[in-house]
Nanobody, 128 residues
Framework: QLTLVDSGGGLVQPGGSLRLSCAAS????????VSWFHQPPGKEREAVSC??????TTNYAHSVKGRFTMSREKHTAYLQMNNLNPEDTAVYYC???????????????????????WGQGTHVTVSS
């Protein structure tokens, strides 16, 4: 059984940092395209970062570029989030799948419809 488990969320003040983790079991992440999505309250889920299956490409949404850094190891993916602001408040999900899921024409980062494996989500709240 292929599963992903997200962790690392919490309450943080504006300007603070968090590191999210995505642990895989039943498969190794280094052979998949892996993306972090967030879903702010009342809004749709959208990708904030994506590492390609080959590992040669990492894309970021404009809103997080320069503040968030995604990395991937054999069994775990990470999202280092710095200089957080209230607009980053959301449930964060990691997702994985085979193929060019991070390299779709016309898609800034990734399309959730391309991913078949999802973590359960971890809540991030940025508030003073």
């Amino acid at each position: 059984q292929l599963t992903l488990v997200d962790s690392g969320g919490g309450l943080v003040q504006p300007g603070g940092s968090l590191r999210l983790s995505c642990a895989a079991s039943g498969f190794t992440l280094d052979s998949f395209g892996v993306s972090w999505f967030h879903q702010p309250p009342g809004k749709e889920r959208e990708a904030v970062s994506c590492i390609s299956q080959s590992g040669t490409t990492t894309n970021y949404a404009h809103s997080v570029k320069g503040r968030f850094t995604m990395s991937r190891e054999k069994h775990t993916a990470y999202l280092q989030m710095n200089n957080l602001n209230p607009e980053d408040t959301a449930v964060y999900y990691c997702a994985a799948d085979w193929g060019p899921v991070c390299e779709r024409d016309g898609i800034e980062v990734a399309d959730p419809a391309d991913f078949g494996y999802w973590g359960q989500g971890t809540h991030v709240t940025v508030s003073s």
